[in-house]
């Protein structure tokens, strides 16, 4: 965890399962309150709550004042309990479906990729899975002795989600479906790879001309040698 790489920002709605993502360098406060401004212009609903885990990208100043300090409409700030990651169930989930499916594992540590992820995530990426990616949503769970008894709803997507709720205005639909009617899943696939070659092109580059120390040179040297002696034997 030592250095400066990108972190991942996944912010996920309860209900409906829209979810929006962004790349940031490091645990900027600052990044985070501007990237969520951001998202509540464009997103298709009010926020009404805010609900985070305890790391220092959350829980600072610039976030807090921009949520309670507000004028209009103070929006309730709250944390999950300390070791309880089960707290944000919702998210966590789409740390994996949404996030390391993309990029995978690894860590990115050019500051130059955080634009073009970005790109992805808040375009080609973001339509794809509100609008095409249906999802299961639990409706009700019964415990009958050891037994857990789980019943889920209809799969839907979140858009579809959205567009049956009592609680979206009819003009806010309207714009929902003019913006599915424009998307295609499959354009959206293929932009997506193209720009994933993009970004992995662009970081292979960025490694490239990065300088390597005398510690990443001798065991690079050291396997070589051992690799050599080992197929001589």
């Keep these: ?17 829209w979810t929006e993502l962004r790349a940031i360098w490091n645990k900027s406060g600052q990044a985070v309150r501007d990237h969520l401004r951001a998202i509540e212009g464009s997103a298709p609903f009010a926020l009404k709550s ?25 929006v309730p700030f709250t944390r999950s309990r300390a070791c309880r990651k089960n707290d944000n169930a919702h998210v966590e989930q789409k740390n994996w479906t949404h996030v390391r499916q993309l990029f995978g594992h690894d860590r990115f540590e050019h500051v130059e990729l955080v634009p073009l992820m970005n790109q992805i995530y808040a375009q080609e990426w973001g339509q794809l899975q509100n609008h095409f990616r249906p999802s299961l949503k639990l409706h009700s769970r019964d415990k009958h002795g050891s037994k857990t008894i789980r019943r889920y709803e209809k799969p839907q997507t979140p858009h579809a989600r959205l567009l049956a709720s009592p609680h979206i205005s009819l003009k806010t639909k309207a714009r929902l479906r003019a913006e599915h009617a424009r998307l295609n899943p499959f354009t959206l ?45």
Excluded at 59 to 65: A, H, R, S, T, V
């Design 1 to 17: 965890m030592a250095g400066n790489f990108v972190y991942s920002l996944t912010f996920t709605d309860l209900y409906s399962g």
């Design 50 to 74: 805010f609900h985070t885990d305890n790391g220092s990208e959350f829980l600072n100043w610039p976030l807090y004042q921009y949520l309670m300090g507000r004028q209009w409409r103070r």
């Design 189 to 233: 696939k293929k932009n997506i790879e193209l720009k994933l070659r993009l970004f992995f092109t662009a970081r292979s580059n960025l490694q490239l001309e990065a300088p390597l120390s005398p510690l990443t040179i001798a065991p690079a040297t050291f396997i070589r040698e051992s690799t050599r002696d080992n197929q001589m034997g």
